[in-house]
């Protein structure tokens, strides 16, 4: 395990004042849960101009990372991650059109089509996963993913998607 300085601790949070319930508690969760999905969005916008790549919106890009090695139909990559305010069926029409993912229609079922990424897009691919992975070994050396372990946050937050899956299946 690598040593860390001073200068690379965790920053320091103020100290919250005492909430009124749980239900308080989870309402700041929901709200977390959505601000760092902005602020995820914009990290790989960042990267991208960074490189100089126009060409692709940060939803695009994360639909490429999530499609990964895989190949698989829209509903399935739509149900890998959170793509908020935007049309699966639009984005991965223009990823076709601009070269980064194959398509092909299902020979069971004419009507799904599969996905793929193209060598332009695992090289997307690629290029988010190194941008994950430098965040990841910054926020480990700063200790930010100790206190709580990331592991337990990971396991608390799976419970909470059973939990909502459950709830939409129970539903109807």
């Known amino acids: 395990?690598?040593?860390?300085?001073?200068?690379?601790?965790?920053?320091?949070?103020?100290?919250?004042?005492?909430?009124?319930?749980?239900?308080?508690?989870?309402?700041?969760?929901?709200?977390?849960?959505?601000?760092?999905?902005?602020?995820?969005?914009?990290?790989?916008?960042?990267e991208f101009e960074r490189l100089g790549r126009t060409d692709l919106t940060p939803v695009q890009a994360l639909l490429i990372y999530n499609l990964g090695t895989s190949e698989v139909t829209a509903g399935e990559l739509r149900s890998r991650g959170m793509y908020q305010g935007s049309n699966v069926s639009y984005n991965l029409k223009k990823l076709v059109e601009?070269?980064?993912v194959h398509h092909e229609r299902c020979e069971m079922d004419r009507?799904?089509?599969?996905?793929r990424l193209t060598q332009a897009g695992q090289?997307?691919?690629d290029c988010v996963a190194r941008l994950f992975a430098r965040h990841a070994e910054g926020l480990d050396l700063s200790g930010v993913l100790d206190d709580p372990p990331i592991e337990a946050v990971n396991l608390q937050w799976r419970r909470v998607e059973r939990f909502w899956a459950e709830q939409i299946r129970y539903i109807y």
Do not use: I
């Open 1 to 46: 395990m690598q040593q860390r300085s001073s200068a690379q601790t965790a920053p320091a949070l103020r100290p919250l004042p005492p909430r009124t319930s749980r239900a308080d508690a989870y309402l700041e969760s929901l709200q977390m849960l959505e601000r760092l999905h902005r602020l995820l969005l914009d990290l790989v916008k960042d």
């Open 98 to 100: 601009l070269g980064y």
């Open 111 to 115: 009507r799904a089509v599969r996905v």
């Open 123 to 125: 090289d997307v691919r």
